[in-house]
């Protein structure tokens, strides 16, 4: 896992298709910059139900949280956070459950300002019940503004979507908390078909391991659209590495440096001899914390993705 300024510049990437495609597709990525658009909707890549990230569970508040609400009428209070971004930032979250058994409220340090207040109620799905867990998760993306550090170690503030998934045995009285990041980053860059020359093809970066951070480049997930149907599959995932060397006829071999900031504003692949500081391909600050953002409208608002095998997955 990459932290800090140390791992920046171990950036993405030479892309290795993963062996076994049963199709053509391009081979090698070509040099260049290529910006990445934050997208929300999870329709386009393939089974993204199993990679949730489990929470600690409390039943005690924080002692260095204000809760600003009131729980004396939930028959069940639990506690905890998610941590995001390559400083790690904190957004505690309380969750309340009613004398049926059923999830009631879900609120969220959205400025993670240490307080959670009425107004930061999250709205929830309807509620699913299977083998006795009751489980409920948000119904649109959690909106909120991550601190990062750039290569000179100063905070970049970029606004980043997340779920929580709430689940509750009725019997045992288990809970298990999950989240996921809901942001992901959609490219295109050029590669070189042995066929066809240059082509331009769809590129996905995901945060499977959910930190926030989609330079963890053994653990997030590169996909490439190489049949070109507009879904990122499981079996276009790339493999990664920091530098990559190219045959050129004219010049023979050439090292190319890959890199990608933390939150991705873009990916620049640069010959070796021809770096220039990684700052020139860092994000722009989206200004100071703000509570709420607007995205474009989510299809079908939530993507509950095959929800049951969520719960399979932490039978």
């Not at 400083?87 to 009613?98: E, G, L, M, P, S």
């Not at 980053?185 to 331009?200: M, Q």
């Not at 409208?297 to 509950?304: A, F, H, I, Q, R």
Request: glycine share 8%; aromatic share 10%.
């Amino acid at each position: 896992m990459m932290r800090g300024v140390k791992g920046w510049y171990l950036g993405v990437c030479t892309l290795l298709l993963v062996a076994g495609l049963g199709f053509s597709v391009p081979n090698q990525l070509n040099s260049g910059v290529y910006y990445f658009t934050e997208m929300v909707d999870l329709t386009p890549i393939e089974g993204l139900e199993h990679y949730w990230q489990r929470n600690n569970v409390s039943a005690v508040a924080p002692k260095d949280i204000r809760i600003d609400i009131d729980l004396s009428q939930a028959k069940k209070v639990v506690y905890s956070y998610v941590e995001l971004g390559n400083a790690k930032q904190r957004f505690d979250y309380v969750a309340t459950i009613n004398g049926k058994g059923d999830w009631e409220s879900l609120y969220v340090d959205l400025d993670s300002n240490g307080a959670i207040t009425p107004d930061e109620m999250v709205l929830l799905h309807i509620q699913n019940q299977d083998q006795g867990h009751k489980f409920r998760m948000n119904a649109n993306p959690i909106r909120v503004l991550v601190n990062y550090k750039n290569t000179a170690g100063n905070a970049i503030h970029k606004f980043l979507s997340f779920d929580v998934f709430l689940q509750h045995h009725i019997g045992s009285g288990q809970v298990i908390l999950m989240h996921r990041t809901r942001s992901w980053f959609l490219g295109e860059a050029r590669f070189i078909d042995r066929k066809l020359g240059e082509v331009p093809v769809k590129i996905a970066l995901v945060d499977l391991n959910n930190d926030g951070v989609f330079s963890d480049f053994n653990q997030d997930g590169l996909f490439i659209d190489a049949n070109y149907n507009g879904v990122f599959e499981k079996r276009e995932k790339a493999k990664i590495t920091a530098l990559m060397d190219v045959r050129d006829k004219e010049k023979g071999r050439v090292q190319y440096r890959n890199y990608v900031f933390s939150w991705p504003y873009c990916l620049a692949v640069v010959p070796v001899k021809e770096w220039i500081d990684s700052a020139n391909y860092e994000p722009k600050d989206d200004g100071e914390p703000q509570k709420k953002t607007d995205l474009p409208p989510v299809k079908d608002g939530l993507n509950v993705v095959d929800i049951n095998s969520i719960v399979k997955d932490n039978l």
